[in-house]
């Protein structure tokens, strides 16, 4: 059984920076990729990022490119999302997903979630 965990969600101030965690117990996702969505209040679920299984192929929605960086470190089972430059407009619950295959697509099936941390950009 696999499960998929996030960290390093919290309360920051417009302009500011947050660094999140995702990472898989049970089995690892190094041959997958692996995505960030968030959910807004009253909002339906957006993608933000992705990253293929080398991660050398990054993916990022208009919204947050130039401002939020995704990476992964396979040996540690681990991809991260690099938040800067942060607006009250990122507030959100971030969830990590692990896909099916090996690169991202819209189509590619989701194989786990995570249940999300909370991100709130506030003065």
């Known amino acids: 059984q696999v499960q998929v965990a996030e960290s390093g969600g919290g309360l920051v101030q417009p302009g500011n920076s947050l660094t999140l965690s995702c990472t898989a117990s049970?089995?690892?996702?190094?041959?997958?990729?692996v995505a960030w969505y968030r959910q807004a209040p009253g909002k339906e679920r957006e993608f933000v990022a992705a990253i293929n299984w080398v991660g050398i192929r990054a993916y990022y929605a208009d919204s947050v490119r130039g401002r939020f960086t995704i990476s992964r470190h396979n040996a540690n089972n681990t991809v991260n999302l690099q938040m800067d430059t942060l607006e009250p407009e990122d507030t959100a619950i971030y969830s990590c997903a692990v896909h099916y295959g090996g690169d991202w697509s819209r189509s590619a099936p989701v194989l786990h979630w995570g249940k999300g941390t909370l991100v709130t950009v506030t003065s």
């Open positions: 049970g089995r690892t996702f190094k041959n997958n990729a």
